[in-house]
Structures are given as structure tokens and as C-alpha cells.
């Protein structure tokens, strides 16, 4: 972020604003001012559009964080289903994050286009999609709750437990898959920071009343596992609110009316054909991730443990070079619906840099404090444990430079509208490369887990190459959204 500022400073100073500084730019981005993406100066854009994407992320995994950890206060069995529950809901997540690709892209090109009005049309559209897939979820997901917890496992006490909490957060799944949504929207448009209130408002709000619910504090009755669901749903539903809200107001880049649900049936088109590729890359991706966490559980608690603690240590600190990788796929919409793909593929090419910057340095704190990390997270008594996580943390860094690459290059095709590529790429890196070659080091060499750990950086310094070399193509500028 401050190789991003510097360089952002210093464009503006050489434009004649001399007494701009880090401040200026900071409160810009948070204050979300209107900015035309397709003329200001790229680094700036990149500043503007990264800094509030960045903080955005670094909450995004807040909420089942904070839900964990109150509820774990209350045993196993609560602790088994909250988990079990969070396993199904990905695919909820899967189906929130297509959706919000597809609403960034089509949004961004008609904010490109300087049609303002094609935009807030294509947002609610969106909305209205994202509310039918919701409801179709919702309804079978609170009806069959329990016989979901039964088939992933659960034990028939943290089912008895758990089963409202599970209830709650399928049935609901339409604050979870509105609130990705509509983040979409905004970064679409351009106004990132609006999105990032959003969900620091819904994060607040569950912290805030995750302990009151879950314990029974200031004289509220005790709810135990459930109150996690109520206070999670609560919060996120504020969050859609405060978002609608935005969008109903007659300023900024969008201005949502109710003449704009009217079905739309060609954008509607449209927008399943961004949103089903993208929803796949992520489920394509996760469903990798338990194959492998799945061979590295044949060697141990202790080795599943360590990995499982080093998989979030790496979520965590990757969480940045994702808000800039977002910050591209606005900038690459909209700068083709200007009809400016030069510029389009030099944002790219400009955030790649930032992102191999930020990711060099996580890897060499990963490098050489891994283990000191990892004891942050892990008692020390559990040596076998945090070695396991030391050497997840020091093997999967290996490819954080390369990995930093393909993240930007993605979201890129991504806000391009070509969402079928990367999830080819994908496709390819995770199922016919990773997996199979994970599995061969483990099965079949002396190296055991550590050939498992190795299958990460290598699967991603590949797939980054490949989709890098699609990106060199440039058939993506010539998408039609």
C-alpha cells in the first residue's frame, strides 16, 4: 500500500497539486469521492480504488473468526456443526462471488460507456438475480438442515445443538449473498469505499452482539450456538441495508430505482453467463483445498492441524493482494467500456508490479518467522503441530510471487466479462495438475506431507503462466458485456 501512495503522491505533484500527500489521497479513497477511472492517472486510480478494496478484505473472513471463537467457548459439539455449517455455506460464498463478478463487470463497462443509467439498470438486475438464486437455495437448505448436517457427519448431539444455527444460516442466505453482491456493484462503479462501510458496519454489529446473544449478557436470555447465527444474520442484514440505502440515493454513478427491477431478460442473460464460470473458479478451487487437506490428515492430528493453522495464516496475509487484484477489475471495465483497452492492459500490467512488490515481502517474512508466526496461533507444547505449520507456511510462500501474478491477471479477465478462462486455467491447475501431482508426491515418494505442501506453489507458479500467457493473447479486450 505505500509503494502504491508513493507512487500515486508523486504523480499527483508532477500534475501540479504540490501539496498533496499520503493524507489527501487516504481520505479520498475512504471518503469514496467520485473519480472517472477512465481519464485521472493510473497510479492514482489504482490508489484510490486498492486502499478501501485492501481494508475490505482484511474484514472479509472476520465473521466466521468471531463466530468460532465465542463459540467454541461452548464445546465440541457447537464448535462441530458451526464448522460443518461454514463447509455448506461455501457454496453459498461461490455463488455470491460469481455474482458479484458479474455485477462488477457489467456495471463498470456501462460506467465505462458513460452510461449511467444502463448501469443502475444492470445492478438491479443483478439484485433481482442474486434474490431468485437466493430464495432457491434458502427454502430446501432450512427444510433439509438437519439431513445436510447428518450427511456431512455430524454427530447426532452437535446436531441436536446446532440445528436452529444451521437453519438460520441457510435459510438467510440471501443477506450472505447480497451483501458479496452488491459490494460488486459498488466496486463496479467505482466507489469501493462504500462497499468496505458496508461490511465493516455488518462486522461490528456481529461482534457486538456475538458475546450478548451467545452468553445472555446484559440480560438478554442465552441463545448459545444460535445466537451466533442471529447475530451474524443480524449484521449482515444492516450491512444490505446500509448498501440499498446508497443505492436509492440520487447521487454518485448509480442512482437504483424500482423501474430498474423490471425483468430485463438479455442482461439477465447476461449476467448468468459471467456469474456461473466465476462461481466455479471459486468452487473449483475450494473443493482442491479438501482434497488436499484430506491426504495431509492421513498423516496425523498433528499434521492436520498444523496445515489447517498455516491455510488461514496464508488467507490472512494474501488478503491485500486481493484488494488490489479487485481494484483491477474495475479499472478494466471500465476502461474498455471507454473504448481504451490500451489503458485497460496497462492498469494490469501496473498492479502486477505492486502485487509481486507486496508479495515478495510476505514471503520473506513467511521464510524466515514462520515458525515464531505460527506459535502466535499454536501453543508451543504442541511442537509437532507448529512444526508442521512452520514448514506449510515456508513451502506454500515458495509461490506467493507467481500466485500474486495470477490473482491480478484473473480478476483482470474477470472485469473483463471473460470469466471462462481463468476457470478453465483453473480447471486445469487444481483438477488435472494439483491434486494428481499432490498425490503422487505423497503416495509414492519418500517426502510424504511435504510432497503434499509442495503441490501448492508449484500448482500456482503453473497456473499464473498459463492464464498470464492467455492474458498476453488479448482476446479479453474484444468481450462483449
Given amino acids: 500500500m505505500i509503494t502504491i501512495l508513493f507512487h500515486a503522491m508523486n504523480q499527483l505533484r508532477q500534475s501540479g497539486h504540490e501539496k498533496t500527500n499520503y493524507k489527501q489521497i487516504i ?17 492514482l486510480a489504482v490508489a484510490l480504488l486498492a486502499i478501501p478494496m485492501m481494508l475490505e478484505l482484511a474484514l472479509e473472513s472476520v465473521f ?8 467454541n467457548k461452548l464445546g465440541v459439539h457447537a464448535g462441530s456443526v458451526v464448522g460443518l455449517t461454514e463447509s455448506v455455506i461455501t457454496l453459498v460464498y461461490s455463488l455470491g462471488i460469481g455474482l458479484s463478478a458479474a455485477a462488477t463487470a457489467m456495471v463498470a463497462r456501462r460506467v465505462g460507456e458513460k452510461d449511467l443509467e444502463g448501469a443502475s439498470h444492470a445492478g438491479a438486475q443483478a439484485i433481482l438475480l442474486g434474490i431468485v438464486a ?13 439431513d445436510i448436517l447428518k450427511l456431512m457427519g455430524a454427530e447426532p448431539a452437535a446436531i441436536a445443538q446446532g440445528l436452529p444455527y444451521a437453519r438460520i444460516m441457510y435459510g438467510f442466505n440471501i443477506v450472505i449473498i447480497l451483501l458479496f453482491l452488491i459490494n460488486g456493484i459498488f466496486r463496479g462503479a467505482g466507489n469501493a469505499s462504500i462497499a468496505m462501510k458496508s461490511l465493516w458496519l455488518a462486522n461490528a454489529i456481529n461482534i457486538t452482539l456475538d458475546p450478548i446473544l451467545i452468553f445472555g449478557m446484559l440480560h438478554f436470555t442465552p441463545f448459545g450456538v444460535t445466537g451466533a447465527a442471529i447475530a451474524t444474520t443480524t449484521g449482515r442484514s444492516i450491512g444490505v441495508v446500509y448498501q440499498l440505502w446508497h443505492l436509492g440515493k440520487a447521487s454518485g454513478s448509480l442512482n437504483i430505482k424500482m423501474k430498474h427491477f423490471t425483468p430485463d431478460w438479455s442482461i439477465i442473460r447476461g449476467l448468468i453467463n459471467i456469474a456461473a464460470p466465476a462461481t466455479f473458479q471459486f468452487i473449483i478451487a475450494s473443493a482442491s483445498w479438501i482434497f488436499l487437506a484430506s491426504m495431509v490428515a492421513e498423516y496425523g492430528s498433528a499434521a492436520s492441524a498444523g496445515y489447517q493453522t498455516a491455510i488461514r495464516m496464508v488467507v490472512f496475509f494474501i488478503m491485500p493482494a486481493w484488494g488490489m487484484s479487485n481494484a483491477v477489475a474495475t479499472l478494466v471495465g471500465q476502461n474498455l467500456g471507454a473504448s481504451l483497452p490500451q489503458r485497460a492492459e496497462e492498469s494490469v500490467k501496473m498492479t502486477i508490479k505492486y502485487n509481486v512488490v507486496f508479495m515478495a515481502l510476505v514471503t520473506l517474512l513467511f521464510l524466515f518467522f514462520a515458525r515464531p508466526l505460527a506459535a502466535m496461533f499454536i501453543p508451543i507444547a ?7 505449520a512452520a514448514l506449510a507456511l515456508q513451502i506454500i510462500s515458495s509461490g506467493y510471487i507467481f500466485y500474486g501474478i495470477g490473482m491480478v491477471v484473473t480478476q483482470a479477465f474477470n472485469g473483463a466479462g471473460d470469466t471462462k478462462t481463468p476457470t478453465w486455467v483453473y480447471f486445469f491447475g487444481f483438477w488435472v495438475f494439483q491434486i494428481p501431482f499432490a498425490w503422487l508426491l505423497h503416495r509414492y515418494t519418500s517426502i510424504g506431507v511435504t510432497g503434499v505442501f509442495i503441490a501448492v506453489p508449484v500448482a500456482e507458479t503453473v497456473m499464473a503462466i498459463i492464464v498470464f500467457l492467455f492474458f498476453r493473447k488479448g482476446t479479453w479486450k474484444t468481450v462483449k458485456v
Fill in 134 to 146: 437466493s430464495i432457491a437455495i434458502g427454502i430446501p437448505g432450512f427444510l433439509f438442515a438437519e
Fill in 64 to 71: 466466521a473468526v468471531v463466530d468460532i471463537y465465542f463459540v
Fill in 27 to 43: 481520505k479520498s479513497a475512504l471518503r469514496g469521492d467520485e473519480h472517472d477511472y477512465t481519464t485521472i492517472n493510473l497510479k
Fill in 382 to 388: 504442541q511442537t509437532e503441530q507448529l512444526e508442521y
